[in-house]
């Protein structure tokens, strides 16, 4: 069985809200899988579990260019909160967005080949990378970027963190509004029928397992447990609702929770193509050092010199 460490329980309580001693009893059970152990906690306490999404677990950027027809929001990472606010970082960061929304290169290897010189290092924007490395003293990359050309165009950036852009046909500012509210809802589809197979089989899943529960408790208790028939609708019903919670049309708009954004939408007479959401560091698992094991590895290592 794998060993649960106090790192570990921290990681899945910072993803989850979870109690600490439901945390320690997830990770046992999931045997250290900490999707799995995630998975276990929502089955057990339904939503208060599944913040997993809002949560940091990187430092960086999230920028965005919108250069005549042509967009790009990117996401460039470092080590420390402290570097994400250097200039001469921001400086590369930006680049990366303006050269990606000018030149549509393939891939972050293509991108990183473009011409580009800041700082005096140069030609290509590798090597300022690498030269910034080098004078800030601190590792970083170009994670991951999105580019959109030929429709209309619409950004939001809260902070730094998270970014989001929006390809539309309609009004600006109420392609603003959903961009903001992509940034604050954080939907991972445009309607349900484009939510991800695997997230839908997910819920399935976990809510499958919490009516199991359910049934297992109810006979403890010497009540009649649910028909099959019954628990298959609850389970059904379960999935139609995640799936209204994380499409962005079906979304109760942020600013009028009255409507949902797609009735917003119809009313100021917008259509949404698509949308782009970053959150930085979002799916990183950012390292934790373990400063007892360093030293005393450093003790063994002078106790043989």
């Given at each position: 069985?794998?060993?649960?460490?106090?790192?570990m329980?921290?990681e899945l309580?910072?993803?989850?809200d979870?109690?600490?001693m439901e945390c320690?009893?997830?990770l046992?059970?999931?045997e250290?899988?900490m999707?799995?152990a995630?998975?276990?906690?929502r089955v057990?306490l339904?939503?208060k579990?599944s913040k997993a999404a809002?949560?940091?677990?990187?430092e960086?950027?999230?920028?965005?260019?919108?250069?005549g027809?042509?967009?790009a929001?990117?996401?460039v990472?470092?080590?420390?909160?402290?570097t994400s606010?250097?200039?001469m970082f921001?400086a590369l960061a930006a680049?990366?967005?303006?050269?990606?929304?000018?030149?549509n290169p393939?891939d972050?290897?293509?991108l990183?080949?473009?011409?580009y010189t800041?700082?005096?290092?140069?030609?290509?924007?590798?090597?300022?990378r690498?030269?910034?490395?080098?004078?800030?003293?601190?590792?970083m990359?170009?994670?991951?970027?999105k580019?959109?050309?030929?429709a209309k165009?619409?950004s939001y950036l809260?902070?730094t963190?998270i970014?989001?852009?929006?390809e539309?046909v309609g009004?600006e500012v109420?392609?603003?509004d959903v961009?903001?509210?992509?940034?604050?809802?954080?939907?991972?589809?445009l309607?349900s029928?484009?939510?991800?197979?695997?997230?839908?089989?997910t819920?399935r899943?976990i809510?499958t397992?919490?009516a199991a529960?359910?049934?297992e408790?109810a006979k403890?208790?010497?009540?009649?447990?649910q028909?099959a028939e019954?628990v298959?609708k609850r389970v059904?019903?379960?999935?139609q609702?995640?799936l209204?919670?994380?499409?962005?049309?079906n979304?109760?708009?942020?600013?009028n929770d009255?409507?949902t954004v797609?009735?917003m939408l119809?009313?100021?007479?917008?259509?949404?193509k698509g949308?782009t959401l970053?959150?930085?560091?979002?799916g990183i698992?950012?390292?934790?050092?373990?400063?007892a094991?360093?030293?005393?590895a450093?003790?063994?290592a002078?106790?043989?010199?």
């Amino acid at each position: 069985m794998a060993a649960i460490t106090a790192s570990m329980v921290g990681e899945l309580r910072a993803k989850t809200d979870a109690p600490m001693m439901e945390c320690k009893k997830a990770l046992t059970e999931a045997e250290g899988d900490m999707e799995r152990a995630e998975e276990l906690l929502r089955v057990k306490l339904g939503s208060k579990a599944s913040k997993a999404a809002s949560r940091i677990t990187a430092e960086g950027v999230v920028v965005s260019a919108v250069v005549g027809n042509a967009g790009a929001l990117v996401e460039v990472n470092c080590e420390t909160d402290f570097t994400s606010k250097n200039d001469m970082f921001l400086a590369l960061a930006a680049a990366c967005a303006r050269l990606v929304a000018e030149h549509n290169p393939a891939d972050v290897a293509a991108l990183s080949a473009l011409p580009y010189t800041q700082d005096g290092y140069g030609p290509t924007l590798e090597d300022v990378r690498k030269g910034l490395i080098g004078t800030i003293g601190e590792n970083m990359s170009i994670r991951r970027f999105k580019r959109y050309e030929g429709a209309k165009l619409a950004s939001y950036l809260h902070g730094t963190r998270i970014g989001v852009m929006v390809e539309y046909v309609g009004d600006e500012v109420a392609a603003k509004d959903v961009a903001m509210h992509v940034a604050a809802m954080k939907p991972v589809a445009l309607s349900s029928a484009d939510v991800p197979a695997k997230l839908i089989e997910t819920e399935r899943k976990i809510a499958t397992e919490k009516a199991a529960e359910d049934a297992e408790k109810a006979k403890a208790e010497g009540k009649t447990p649910q028909s099959a028939e019954i628990v298959t609708k609850r389970v059904e019903g379960s999935v139609q609702k995640y799936l209204k919670e994380v499409s962005l049309f079906n979304q109760a708009f942020v600013k009028n929770d009255k409507q949902t954004v797609e009735q917003m939408l119809k009313e100021r007479a917008t259509q949404v193509k698509g949308f782009t959401l970053y959150v930085v560091g979002e799916g990183i698992e950012k390292k934790v050092d373990d400063f007892a094991a360093e030293v005393a590895a450093q003790v063994a290592a002078a106790k043989k010199d």
